[in-house]
């Protein structure tokens, strides 16, 4: 049974920083996309950062870029989104998703075969 088990969310001040992590259990993830997601109340899931979990490249959403980094431990099955000059509009809840298939670009939450439960990051300004 695939388990995805976000970590790490937290309250912190804007110009901060948070490091998500995300333990991945159940099967082996090597020809898997790994992303990460975010929701605020009302809107759309929306897509963070990704990482071929094989390959190791990554890409981000334009809003992200340049602040988030999203790696991968092989030997701890864990993905995580290390999260810096935080904004108050980075304020979400951050879900953790698996694709199956490799691909080295943004893809939508209906790709997405297993998601954790999330976990809540609060950026205060």
């Known amino acids: 049974q695939v388990q995805l088990v976000e970590s790490g969310g937290g309250l912190v001040q804007a110009g901060g920083s948070l490091r998500l992590s995300c333990l991945a259990s159940?099967?082996?993830?090597?020809?898997?996309?790994m992303g990460w997601f975010r929701q605020i109340s009302g809107k759309e899931r929306e897509f963070v950062a990704g990482i071929a979990w094989s390959a190791g490249r990554t890409f981000y959403a334009d809003s992200v870029k340049g602040r988030f980094t999203i790696s991968r431990d092989n030997a701890k099955n864990t993905v995580f989104l290390q999260m810096n000059s935080l904004k108050p509009e980075d304020t979400a809840v951050y879900y953790c998703?698996?694709?199956?298939?490799?691909?080295?670009?943004?893809?939508?939450?209906?790709?997405?075969?297993?998601w954790g439960k999330g976990t809540l990051v609060t950026v205060s300004s």
């Open positions: 159940g099967r082996t993830f090597s020809s898997y996309t």
């Open positions: 998703a698996a694709r199956s298939g490799l691909t080295y670009s943004s893809f939508g939450s209906n790709d997405a075969g297993y």
